[in-house]
């Protein structure tokens, strides 16, 4: 019988604080991955899904009891596991099973049907009618994985090396090397389709604290530059929960939610944890995720025993070049004698508006040149034979539309004669409907009526001449945010929405106002990575569609999580047809922050950073006199951070407080995470009398 339980629901979103651990306290060894007994039914699964079975077949089974594994099928349509004809079939079985097991959960033992008496096996001798019942609404489908294993085998020799060196390098466990089989199969151009990218799997917000990710270069699909990010994000959810299991999990659920769950349970145990912790958000992928680690682990370093004799990909030979201007891929091929699709496979990061030609190759970029034989820096002589005229010291401009009431991205397309798509990708824009009043969107310079705006200097944002070139206005003596708003030809619901503000007649002199969207996306490119030793907040990713898997985002506040089966598919069609599978595509957690923005029963909340009596008051739409009084508040007396404090929820409920609070650490999170990258992080411990 499996330790596992049903989930309940528990919810919390926390902040980041940016921390180091010691190396000598991550020893690389074996015995530092807890493998407790009552988990090993569950990495048995596994092993039998990287093993046993391809994506033509999967198990029916019990999602909490894996020794209960009703049926392995083949998928009628074997040329596409996405076929709706598997999709009638699985459902057919699932309802099947469901009548079987509620004939069962009825307390029927005697005059069984050889197939009911076959099912009833499968559970223990003692297993309870109530289980039966939950069992009967909970059937799942699991896509067998060994073609994308024994497919990753062969692959992960390119990087093997480079990936075994970066952990040894940080003193991390050389097992570690198996979690890009959980991620993607070792396959460095996997896109999920909640926007994680890579070999790693990083999402846009969790890899921009530690890659370059804007329009330009996306260092998520560098297989060397994402093994550094993944080895630091690792080390510091290590930090955190001083335990790989849970620093493991942490990787997909975060490390805030794995610091919840440790502190919700009093223990740090793997198998307690999963058996007993509840949340909305630590769902099959979460509790999972440790377990299908440590299978694909046993998995690696058997390769040969379950898949044969492989030959593994060899590791490339590339030049680096640091690239000392911008230039032209244009004039780059001219000078280099290597073929265009080796030279994009070398250099994963960089963008498709960089080999259409309408960006340069950044200054500063480390450019791989497949090694093809001949000089060693053959590279470097090319580079340098460019003539003055073919190097830049500028990056071309960008073009950009300002997004205005009732426009869709289909009304800018047809505009400016492009595709939807072509503007979805250089925006970053996973959902096509997604787009905002006072958004920002990027242009494909390549089309003519774009270079003839931008040539004839036609105001292709739509915006008043005399918006600020910062886009802010600095509130003065006697203003409104009405009059503001109608000076800037902008609506006040607008300028609200753009600032945060719940209130329109709650600004005061010397704010700053955004008179525009915020651009979240882009680390601004000439902005050098910075080393960050103090208390950082991180931007939030936007939640993926409701019936996409939430589990793989770390715990967010519960009006917007959306309760789905809790694991993570390779695309949306397969989420629809066959129910989600664990891997490939899983995606790490967004947020890497540790801190607790959850209210507690009592009303009370732990004091973070950056917050005041004023901001209470402004997220519950009270007075501050009313909180001050509440607790007990001189009027100057400040809040305390780590202190708790209660709230009052007479006016607003507590989702739409937490909502509310989240929102204004976004805002924070998404200014500084645009210009800054972290580098690397140091331990401070804070000392009576610091702010």
């Known amino acids: 019988m499996s330790i596992f339980t049903r989930p309940g629901h528990v919810f919390a979103l926390t902040l980041l604080i940016v921390l180091s651990v010691i190396q000598a306290a991550l020893a690389a060894t074996s015995n530092v991955l807890p493998r407790p007994a009552a988990i090993e039914p569950a990495i048995k699964f596994w092993t039998r899904v990287f093993t046993e079975i391809d994506t033509h077949h999967g198990f029916l089974h019990d999602p909490w009891d894996f020794n209960v594994v009703y049926q392995t099928i083949a998928l009628p349509s074997a040329d596409s596991h996405r076929h709706s004809s598997n999709d009638r079939y699985i459902l057919s079985l699932k309802q099947h099973y469901s009548s079987v097991l509620k004939t069962l959960a009825s307390g029927k033992r005697q005059g069984l049907s050889s197939e009911q008496r076959r099912v009833l096996e499968l559970w223990p001798k003692n297993v309870s009618n109530a289980t039966l019942k939950a069992a009967a609404d909970g059937i799942r489908f699991q896509l067998g994985l060994s073609d994308r294993f024994r497919e990753g085998v062969i692959r992960s020799g390119a990087w093997r090396d480079h990936i075994e060196k970066t952990l040894q390098d940080k003193g991390l466990p050389k097992e570690l090397a198996a979690l890009p089989h959980v991620e993607s199969s070792y396959n460095p151009d996997a896109r999920s389709h909640v926007g994680a990218s890579g070999m790693w799997q990083f999402t846009h917000s969790t890899g921009q604290r530690f890659m370059r990710i804007d329009h330009i270069v996306d260092e998520r699909n560098d297989p060397y530059k994402a093994t550094i990010a993944a080895a630091k994000l690792l080390e510091y959810n290590y930090s955190i929960t001083n335990n790989w299991a849970l620093a493991i999990t942490a990787y997909n659920h975060g490390a805030g939610g794995m610091r919840r769950a440790k502190e919700t349970m009093g223990t740090d145990d793997i198998a307690a944890i999963i058996r007993g912790y509840r949340s909305r958000t630590f769902g099959f992928a979460s509790r999972n995720f440790y377990t299908s680690f440590l299978a694909a682990v046993d998995v690696d370093s058997k390769a040969e025993q379950y898949f044969g004799p492989l030959k593994k990909n060899a590791e490339p030979k590339y030049e680096i070049v640091e690239l000392p201007d911008y230039i032209s891929i244009v004039s780059l091929r001219k000078e280099l004698d290597v073929d265009l699709q080796d030279l994009m496979q070398a250099n994963r990061d960089l963008l498709p508006v960089v080999w259409s030609g309408e960006k340069y190759i950044p200054r500063g970029y480390n450019l791989r040149i497949p090694y093809q034989g001949g000089a060693a820096d053959q590279g470097k002589r090319a580079i340098a034979s460019l003539s003055r005229g073919e190097r830049f010291v500028t990056q071309k401009p960008d073009v950009v539309h300002l997004v205005r009431r009732n426009e869709t991205l289909s009304t800018i397309a047809a505009r400016y004669q492009v595709s939807q798509r072509q503007i979805a990708q250089l925006n970053n824009l996973r959902n096509l409907n997604s787009i905002r009043v006072g958004q920002r969107l990027r242009l494909p310079q390549a089309n003519q009526v774009v270079a003839a705006a931008r040539v004839n200097n036609t105001t292709i944002e739509d915006k008043p001449a005399f918006l ?42 010397g704010q700053d106002l955004r008179l525009a969207a915020a651009e979240i996306s882009q680390i601004v490119s000439k902005t050098a990575p910075v080393k960050v030793a103090s208390a950082v ?22 009006a917007v999580v959306a309760q789905v089966e809790s694991a ?93 609070r989240t929102q204004y650490y976004r805002k924070l999170q998404e200014d500084f995470f645009a210009q800054n990258r972290i580098e690397e992080t140091d331990i401070y411990t804070v000392r009576g009398g610091d702010s």
């Open 468 to 509: 600020p070139s910062d886009e802010l206005y600095r509130v003065r003596r006697g203003d409104t945010l009405t009059a503001i708003a109608r000076r800037y030809n902008i609506s006040a619901a607008d300028l609200m929405a753009f600032n945060n503000i719940s209130n329109k007649n709650r600004i005061y002199p």
């Open 537 to 558: 907040q991180p931007k939030v990713q936007e939640l993926p569609a409701a019936e996409l898997s939430t589990a793989a985002n770390s715990e967010l506040p519960e």
């Open 568 to 660: 993570e598919p390779t695309s949306a069609d397969e989420t629809a047809l066959l129910g989600p599978a664990l891997t490939p595509g899983a995606i790490p957690a967004v947020s890497v922050d540790p801190s607790d923005y959850s209210v507690d029963a009592n009303n009370s909340i732990e004091v973070q950073a950056a917050e005041t009596v004023g901001h209470y008051a402004e997220w519950l739409s009270l007075r501050s006199s009313l909180l001050r009084q509440v607790n007990g508040l001189g009027a100057n007396a400040p809040v305390v951070i780590g202190k708790r404090f209660k709230l009052d929820f007479t006016t607003i409920s507590k989702v739409e407080f937490v909502t509310r």
